[in-house]
């Protein structure tokens, strides 16, 4: 199971009066995260758009375990937690400096046609994302 990993500085903005990471940011966090393991396994959104092709998220669920603050650096981790050819599930970990874990989770996707919002087969319309997502899927499914 390939994982990717990405430092994030936090920023003011993405905290609260107390200094804590506002828990809407984790969310953005985690897009960050998918794209660079999208990037890490050699492709990116923007071929995909090129090619009419959206990728929305169809659900999140984080579960907050221990806050992240103003002027730290965290690390995401990022991996495909589940694929069947129509869907794909990424999981997340983000991790402060001292090793805690701060969120879990994961956010559900499919692939859709721009103009109209129907939903594609990954395993048909781009067989080389499907072969690596396939070879690149947690294998304790």
Sequence with gaps: MK?????IEVRYAETDQMGIVHHGSYVIWCELGRTQFIRD???NYADL???GILS????????????AVY????????????YDGLRIVYGYEIVNEQGKICVTGTSSHVCVKKENFKPISIRKQLPDWHAIYEREKKTCE
């Design 49 to 51: 758009e090129e090619m």
């Design 3 to 7: 994982t990717s990993s990405k430092k």
């Design 56 to 67: 929305p998220v169809t659900e999140i669920s984080l579960q907050y375990k221990y806050p």
């Design 41 to 43: 396994i050699g492709f």
């Design 71 to 82: 002027g730290e650096e965290v690390t995401i981790t990022t991996w495909i937690e589940h």
